[in-house]
């Protein structure tokens, strides 16, 4: 946990009265050891959809399609989201879950290795959401290069890593040496992109939000 007790408790108070997939979803992924994200992170992911009102939403890690969830049900009619996943009992959950919510008419599924499935996906997409292997964040975004709508928005989970994001390189760490490192990368880089206008928010386990900027801009 990235936010002390007693900040942590006040939003757990603050959260409405769970929704019973949802709440059926978590407990699974508690249950299974499922990761997926923290409820604050599927809040914040229906927020940009409802306000963005996104034609094609691209998300990258599917799990049990609980953040998946939160984004398609705040889809306008007509959008949809293309979500990547290569976990056969994992799809194979997601799919049930999106039918008993009544939204697996707005999600496609892609089946296999992100690295790959990217490759053949046209976009453009105007919100886009990794939350995959962290050592593979970097190729990912390489991939979807030349697929970005212009205004595009990218949200990229676990970027505090429990904290662990934040500690000397040679602490002892839950998270391996590699994650950290391409986490710890991932932010820098993006931070520091031409191309992105990045903030790093302390919102479940620390999620990377950034705008496509307009052409011209400086990264100061
Ligand atoms: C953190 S979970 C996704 C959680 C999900 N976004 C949620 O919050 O409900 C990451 C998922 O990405 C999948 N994954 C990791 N690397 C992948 C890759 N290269 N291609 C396809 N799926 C991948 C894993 O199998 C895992 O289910």
Redesign the pocket.
């Known amino acids: 946990m990235i936010r002390s007790e007693h900040v942590q408790s006040y939003l757990d108070a603050l959260r409405p009265e769970r929704d019973p997939l949802l709440a059926e979803m978590e407990d699974l992924a508690r249950r299974d050891g499922v990761?997926?994200?923290e409820w604050e992170t599927g809040r914040f992911l229906a927020t940009l959809t409802a306000g963005l009102a996104p034609s094609t939403v691209l998300?990258v890690?599917?799990?049990?399609?609980?953040?998946?969830v939160h984004i398609a049900r705040e889809l306008p009619r007509g959008s949809k989201i293309i979500t990547?996943?290569?976990?056969p009992d994992?799809i194979a959950h997601a799919r049930a879950f999106w039918e008993r919510g009544e939204v697996a008419d707005r999600i496609q599924l892609v089946e296999g290795?992100?690295?790959e499935s990217l490759e053949g996906l046209p976009g453009p997409f105007d919100l886009v959401f990794l939350?995959?292997?962290k050592t593979?964040v970097s190729a990912y975004l390489q991939r979807l290069e030349g697929k970005l709508a212009p205004r595009c928005v990218l949200v990229v989970d676990n970027l505090l890593m429990s904290g662990e994001a934040a500690l000397p390189e040679d602490a002892d760490t839950r998270w391996s040496r590699d994650s950290l490192a391409a986490g710890r990368a991932a932010a820098r880089e993006l931070m520091q992109s031409g191309e992105w206008l990045f903030s790093l928010l302390p919102i479940g386990d620390g999620v990377g939000f950034a705008a496509r900027r307009a052409p011209g801009r400086s990264a100061g």
């Open positions: 990761p997926i994200v998300e890690g599917t799990a049990i399609g609980y953040s998946t990547l996943e290569r976990d994992r290795d992100a690295l939350d995959a292997t593979e």
